[in-house]
């Protein structure tokens, strides 16, 4: 699915089950940290012109889905907690080379943030084939489609952006990476862990 060369363990789920209120709160923060990778590229790449228009939109996206995520947590009662470090993140950043013209960090940023939509939304599908809730399912079921969505659309940015050979060999490697992160993950109630 997606390109993804490890799938998650399905087993993630109950461990997921067990404690809906932390998945949530991690959730709210993949949320919120969408929508401010959003304005950080068009902080950092004013000049690429479509793209900045195109985050603008995922921006508010981004941050509509990050109160839904709020909503289900105040509906349960609960206060939202303090952020989560993830570290499925952190280790995933750490692949590119820092450098480079322009154009190639743009590409790197673009193809980290399409992985990311990626794994995320293979995550969102397993909770949504997979959690009891089916209210909650659901819920997962309308994001997949989203954040499949956001997959395609950064992927294809880095594809128009940059040389297109270069791109797609930077994706497969950077794919294989990922898997390798994933081997010691899908252990924790975190939407990456
Ligand atoms: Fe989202
Ligand atoms: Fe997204």
Redesign the pocket.
């Known amino acids: 699915m997606l390109g993804l060369k490890l799938p998650t363990d399905p087993r993630w789920v109950n461990i997921v089950e067990k404690n809906i209120e932390e998945i949530l709160t991690d959730h709210a923060y993949c949320?919120q940290k969408?929508a401010s990778t959003a304005i950080s590229l068009i902080v950092s790449f004013p000049e690429y012109t479509e793209l900045v228009q195109e985050m603008v939109l995922l921006v508010k996206?981004?941050i509509s889905?990050f109160k839904m995520v709020h909503d289900k947590i105040v509906e349960r009662g609960w206060i939202m907690g303090r952020d989560r470090k993830d570290e499925y993140v952190i280790a995933l950043l750490k692949f590119f080379p820092k450098g480079g013209s322009r154009t190639i960090q743009l590409v790197h940023r673009l193809l980290y943030a399409a992985l990311i939509e990626g794994r995320s939304c293979e995550r969102f599908r397993l909770l949504s084939e997979q959690l009891e809730d089916k209210k909650l399912a659901e819920f997962y079921r309308n994001?997949m489609v989203?954040?499949a969505n956001?997959y395609t659309m950064f992927l294809g940015f880095a594809r128009h952006y940059g040389d297109r050979k270069e791109v797609d060999k930077k994706w497969q490697e950077l794919l294989a990476f990922e898997a390798q992160v994933m081997k010691d993950l899908g252990t924790q109630e975190t939407m990456h862990g």
Do not use: D, M, N, Y
């Open positions: 949320e969408a996206e981004e889905h994001l989203s954040e956001h």
